[in-house]
């Protein structure tokens, strides 16, 4: 089933890009359904298997915003969407959490909190297991509601770590979020490389404080200019472009 839903995805592609649905009046750019699943993978360095089944079966992790084609057979993911995924991403692989946890927890989310996309619309943080934090309100206590387990939490831990507060960027508005996929985001929490922002690029993947795509800057190496050259064309440092090449394809020999 995966097999045919990424060929489908990979067949249609072009007719898809120049189909995309356009922005409504007073809709928000980052909920505008503009990314197949193969191409967030790929900008997310993400196994386009993995992200698939997040978003398909019977019971799928997560919940497209965004469909195409005939009988709306290929799904269409949001910029929020996008950031749900790595939220998801970076749990599984940074915080060691397994799948049938992760599902189990979000199905507790969703009817805590009355929302498809608990991940986005409400503060949940990480102990041993994800905690869903109700603030305090009148009379009524901040309560930690534990997610996806039996047990309750009963200790809140000022220290404890967000799980994607470096990667995942909002300013003061919350009107505006920048994602830092960088693809070593789990040894790595100081370097970001490359960007994701609705805003540049319509949320395509850049060298970070640039609007150059990393994809521009992939196909001229992969037409055989060196990585050197295409740094010294766009006035960039050759170690970033380096590393934005690594985050989207195979490893790039450091440059000495």
């Not at 045919?4 to 909920?31: F, H, S, W």
């Not at 998801?88 to 927890?105: D, E, G, I, N, T």
């Not at 930690?144 to 960027?169: F, N």
Request: proline residues 6%.
């Amino acid at each position: 089933m995966l097999l045919a839903t990424i060929g489908r995805v990979y067949e249609c592609e072009d007719e898809m890009l120049r189909n995309l649905p356009l922005l409504g009046k007073g809709q928000d750019v980052r909920d505008l359904p503009t990314y197949t699943i193969p191409e967030a993978a790929a900008q997310l360095a993400i196994d386009a298997w993995t992200l698939t089944s997040w978003y398909t079966g019977p019971d799928p992790i997560l919940k497209n915003s965004g469909w195409y084609g005939p009988a709306e057979s290929i799904a269409l993911l949001s910029f929020r969407d996008v950031e749900e995924a790595y939220k998801v991403y970076l749990l599984r692989h940074k915080f060691r959490q397994s799948m049938q946890y992760l599902k189990k927890a979000l199905v507790d989310a969703r009817l805590e909190t009355k929302s498809d996309h608990p991940l986005l619309t409400h503060k949940l943080i990480v102990f041993d297991h994800l905690a869903l934090e109700k603030p305090g309100r009148g009379g009524r206590r901040r309560q930690m509601i534990p997610l996806g387990s039996g047990s309750q939490v009963t200790l809140y831990i000022p220290e404890v770590v967000e799980a994607w507060g470096k990667r995942i960027v909002s300013d003061r508005s919350g009107k505006r979020t920048r994602i830092y996929p960088w693809i070593n985001s789990r040894t790595d929490d100081a370097s970001r490389p490359v960007s994701m922002d609705p805003d540049v690029m319509s949320g395509r993947l850049v060298i970070t404080g640039t609007r150059i795509p990393v994809q521009v800057i992939a196909g001229y190496v992969n037409s055989g200019r060196r990585i050197e050259e295409v740094a010294k064309l766009y006035h960039l440092d050759s170690e970033v472009v380096r590393q934005a090449l690594q985050h989207v394809g195979p490893k790039i020999p450091k440059i000495s």
